[in-house]
């Protein structure tokens, strides 16, 4: 697992960093671009804790929607989140208000400051 990065989808490669309340998404160094991503109430539109053997029919899901085919089955936007509560990791499938998806890889600190910055 790649612990507080995006792992698939836009924003691939970014690093997620987080506060009490608030979660951004930073690019790589040397990116062409620049641009700090906010995570909350104003960007993320859905979110859902998937548990257990969830993971590979989320990971199949985001790959499906990333080809254009619709996402978890469903017309409707969604986002999910995948816990591996031994690790303390979790992975998030967030789905931004333009419909833009991002897999990401967090640590305990940052899903819950995450929870807290979309609730």
Request: hydrophobic content about 35%; cysteine-free; glycine content about 12%.
């Amino acid at each position: 697992m790649h612990k507080n990065k995006v792992t698939a989808g836009v924003y691939e490669g970014y690093s997620v960093k987080g506060g009490w309340n608030s979660v951004t998404l930073y690019p790589p160094l040397f990116s062409e671009n620049n641009t700090n991503i906010a995570l909350n109430r104003n960007t993320i539109r859905r979110y859902e804790v998937i548990e257990g053997d969830q993971r590979k029919s989320a990971i199949s899901g985001i790959a499906r929607g990333l080809l254009g085919g619709y996402f978890f089955g469903s017309a409707g936007t969604i986002g999910g989140t995948l816990s591996a509560k031994n690790r303390g990791i979790y992975t998030v499938v967030l789905e931004f208000y333009d419909g833009r998806r991002s897999l990401i890889e967090i640590d305990d600190k940052k899903y819950k400051a995450l929870i807290r910055s979309v609730f």
